[in-house]
T-cell receptor, first 113, second 116 residues
């Protein structure tokens, strides 16, 4: 079983829809949670970064972390065609020099005009 | 704002050849991470350096080696290339304070390595 599980989709929604993306994880040492957006053949772009449980909002994006359930979410409001990309969740433990990211497989999102 | 620079962007090599990938982190970032992303796969951590010292090692083959230089740029050296080494190789950089909060990792555009 992978440490981080993410439904690869694909997910197709109409423009303006609310999108919900999710990941579950098994390693209770994970303390930092990130969402990256990756366009085809490009490097991952950091969207959201949260520490421990709670919510964080940035414009149309909201990240939620529920450590008790080992479950994280990314919500995209008023989705736009330009949001079409692969969304990767990533996590890291804390302590020492071990800050490597463990990624989910990514969810391919298409927002249709 | 300056981003992570990787070179070359594309590289074609034959089996058993060697390849060197370069990464130039964001100015003032002291930590570099290397990740490998196979087709349709998530990025897999290879190795990281903090202040020019190796800080962590993941699933990196013995045929690969890497280092971080005094100017903080890093090079990933790959020898005896195999077909399975064909992938996107990403470098990420961050400003770290080990033992404290995690620095945000910013990724470069990647080097696409094709082994024929």
């Amino acid at each position: 079983q992978k440490e981080v599980e993410q439904d690869p989709g694909p997910l197709s929604v109409p423009e303006g829809a609310i999108v919900s993306l999710n990941c579950t994880y098994s390693n209770s040492a994970f303390q930092y949670f990130m969402w990256y957006r990756q366009y085809s053949r490009k490097g991952p772009e950091l969207l959201m970064y949260t520490y421990s449980s709670g919510n964080k909002e940035d414009g149309r994006f909201t990240a939620q972390v529920d450590k008790s359930s080992k479950y994280i979410s990314l919500f995209i409001r008023d989705s736009q065609p330009s949001d079409s990309a692969t969304y990767l969740c990533a996590m890291s433990a804390i302590g020492g020099s071990n800050y490597k990211l463990t990624f989910g497989k990514g969810t391919l999102l298409t927002v249709n005009p | 704002a300056a981003g992570v620079i990787q070179s070359p962007r594309h590289l074609i090599k034959e089996k058993r050849e060697t390849a060197t990938l370069k990464c130039y982190p964001i100015p003032r970032h002291d930590t570099v991470y290397w990740y490998q992303q196979g087709p349709g796969q998530d990025p897999q951590f290879l190795i990281s350096f903090y202040e020019k010292m190796q800080s962590d090692k993941g699933s990196i083959p013995d045929r690969f080696s890497a280092q971080q230089f005094s100017d903080y740029h890093s090079e990933l050296n790959m020898s005896s290339l195999e077909l399975g080494d064909s992938a996107l190789y990403f470098c990420a950089s961050s400003l770290e304070e080990p033992g404290n909060s995690l620095g945000e990792q910013y990724f470069g555009p990647g080097t696409r390595l094709t082994v024929t």
